[in-house]
């Protein structure tokens, strides 16, 4: 972790401007608009069946799902440590940190691999009960997201080796490293949601 | 070491990392009831919240833009809790 350099500090100086795309923005608040609907819509229907909801939680395990929130969260910080690091100039240390953050999102995938084996290999899948309804489609279509954007990284991560990131180029970086961050953001409300509120 | 563990970006992760273990333990210490359900939520929206300010990097960023995420935030972290608050407490059960 030492060979890598520091990451810039934020700029409180300087003047305000939208890190990456305006497109990739509009497009993270419909998909956090949608997204919005899902908690909402999952929450309501555990309004009215708050014992079923409870009870088939305790199915799932809590600690992969923090696992998973610890990999997505370290995954995010390495991944706005390599724009940081692309913004001052460093190109060498910005390959390293998004390869640090691809392992992490593939080693999400992994661990959910293992979590849907489990279940399905226990008999529960998404006709069970309306728990695991949404537990399957909400986390599903949220890996889906997680799959996207692990490739957009390692096009990034590509990029990055050919030193097409630098202190005058992070547009294409930023706007990667945005979709990704939204990725770990959904994930924070889907752990807290599904495997955590009783 | 010690500085660049105190940097803004690690000191985030740090926060988001002992955030993550805290509801964790609250929720394998076997605590429940509506109390233990509105602080994980609120700190899934402490949470949220660091990531859009210094992952997403918008604390810097155009208020429009700062104040969309955030409005969204918001929202949807208020929907969320009313809606539990109102399934009634006698349910909030382990």
Redesign the interface.
């Known amino acids: 972790m030492n060979a890598l350099p520091l990451p810039a500090p934020l700029s409180p100086a300087s003047p305000r401007r939208l890190p990456g795309d305006r497109d990739v923005w509009i497009f993270i608040c419909a998909e956090l608009f949608a997204f919005g609907l899902f908690f909402v819509a999952y929450m309501h229907y555990r309004s009215v069946s708050v014992a079923l909801f409870n009870d088939s939680q305790l199915g799932l395990d809590r600690s992969l799902g923090a696992l998973n929130t610890i990999l997505l969260l370290t995954s995010s910080w390495a991944v706005v440590s390599a724009v940081r690091a692309a913004r001052l100039g460093r190109i060498v240390a910005v390959p390293r940190y998004l390869a640090f953050g691809i392992a992490l999102g593939l080693a999400f995938m992994v661990v959910k691999y293992f979590e849907y084996g489990a279940k399905l290999n226990a008999g529960i899948t998404v006709t069970t009960d309306m728990f695991y309804m949404f537990y399957f489609c909400l986390t599903g279509i949220h890996l889906m997201h997680v799959v996207a954007g692990t490739i957009v990284l390692f096009v990034i991560w590509l990029n990055a080796r050919a030193h097409l990131y630098h202190t005058g180029n992070t547009t294409g970086i930023e706007a990667g490293a945005s979709y990704w961050h939204m990725v770990d953001l959904l994930w924070i409300f889907l752990f807290a949601l599904l495997y955590l509120l009783r | 070491?010690v500085r660049?563990v105190l940097?803004?970006?690690?000191r985030?992760?740090l926060l988001?990392?002992g955030a993550?273990?805290t509801?964790?333990w609250m929720?394998?210490d076997g605590l429940?009831g509506l109390t233990?359900?509105t602080a994980?939520?609120a700190?899934?929206y402490a949470?949220?919240r660091l990531?859009?300010l210094?992952?997403?990097?918008?604390?810097?960023?155009?208020?429009l833009?700062r104040c969309?995420?955030e409005g969204?935030l918001l929202?949807?972290s208020s929907?969320?809790v009313t809606?539990?608050a109102?399934?009634?407490a006698a349910?909030?059960?382990?």
Do not use: C, N
């Open positions: 070491m660049w940097m803004p970006l690690q985030t992760w988001l990392v993550t273990v509801v964790l929720r394998e429940a233990i359900g994980t939520l700190i899934a949470k949220a990531v859009i210094d992952f997403m990097e918008l604390r810097h960023a155009p208020l833009w969309l995420l969204w929202l949807v929907l969320i809606i539990y109102s399934s009634g349910h909030h059960s382990l």
